[in-house]
T-cell receptor, first 110, second 115 residues
């Protein structure tokens, strides 16, 4: 059974304090590892896809990396507007279904 | 207009009632999905459809049914709502022609409360 586990469940940072979110996965035939941002009351918003170990992608203060078992979302010098729930999902198998983790609630205090 | 539109945004219904949640998309995607989101459980797949004639059960399909009326429309029905179906429901779309760099596009969600 495919599994995606995110840690920590919640993370509180001060503005400018860099940190990382973890996503570990067990997926048969991984075809893509996705990161989403979700704001309260809204649908998840696509951030990145990674599909091979060693790959990295960046967007503003966010950088996602991938190994054979884990993905990390690094947040550099975060701002309060980065506060959101960050979801990790793994897509695998012939049907390319996504299995989601439970998310990390990030709060950045000014 | 949003790429993926869900209606209603909020709904309160009584136990035993039939309710339909609707999803329409303007992205021209062939693949559509219904997920539910519960606090502490994350997003779980209910049903998915690869085209109008291809509908598949997800991991938690019991108590739900779907209808793909057209490529752009995918409805989720609760035949007899029960309180543990209270959740946030999301519709998502994807094109089979897109590469792995494109994730799903989600709607804004329907918050359903069954009392």
């Amino acid at each position: 059974e495919d599994q995606v586990t995110q840690s920590p469940e919640a993370l509180r940072l001060q503005e400018g304090e860099s940190s990382s979110l973890n996503c570990s996965y067990t997926v048969s035939g991984l075809r893509g590892l996705f990161w989403y941002r979700q704001d309260p009351g809204k649908g998840p918003e696509f951030l990145f896809t990674l599909y091979s170990a060693g790959e990295e992608k960046e967007k503003e203060r966010l950088k996602a990396t991938l190994t054979k078992k884990e993905s990390f979302l690094h947040i550099t010098a975060p701002k309060p507007e980065d506060s959101a729930t960050y979801l990790c999902a793994a897509g695998g198998g012939s049907n390319y279904k996504l299995t989601f983790g439970k998310g990390t609630l990030l709060t950045v205090n000014p | 207009d949003a790429d993926v539109t869900q209606t209603p945004r909020n709904r309160i219904t009584k136990t035993g009632k039939r309710i339909m949640l609707e999803c329409s998309q303007t992205k021209g995607h062939d693949r559509m999905y219904w997920y539910r989101q519960d606090p502490g459980l994350g997003l779980r797949l209910i049903y998915y459809s690869f085209d109008v004639k291809d509908i598949n059960k997800g991991e938690i399909s019991d108590g739900y049914s779907v209808s793909r009326q057209a490529q752009a429309k995918f409805s989720l029905s609760l035949e007899s709502a029960i309180p543990n179906q209270t959740a946030l429901y999301f519709c998502a779309t994807r094109s089979s022609g897109q590469g792995a760099n494109y994730g799903y596009t989600f709607g804004s969600g329907t918050r359903l409360t069954v009392v």
